[in-house]
């Protein structure tokens, strides 16, 4: 059986904000934080995706510009909600 059926997914309803507020475009922001922009918009449409990939994103963002928040306190498990 895969695990990847088993796995949560997570949301950060905040990061969706945080990119918009500092870049112009998901193109933009896709090649600053050095990620697909299909991640982003499945995060602007608070679609959930991978813990890793949210984590990776908030640090690059957090390393850039102050968000106000400790990383983890951002990302919220599916499961939970």
């Not at 991978?50 to 990776?56: E, G």
């Amino acid at each position: 059986m895969s695990k990847k059926k088993d796995r949560a997914w997570f949301v950060s309803q905040q990061l969706g904000e945080l990119v918009s507020r500092h870049y112009e475009n998901d193109e933009l922001a896709a090649r600053a934080l050095r990620t697909d922009p299909k991640v982003l918009a499945r995060i602007h449409q608070r679609t959930p995706v991978a813990r890793s990939t949210l984590l990776k994103l908030l640090r690059r963002i957090a390393g850039q510009y102050p968000i106000g928040a400790p990383v983890g306190e951002l990302v919220v498990d599916t499961r939970k909600s």
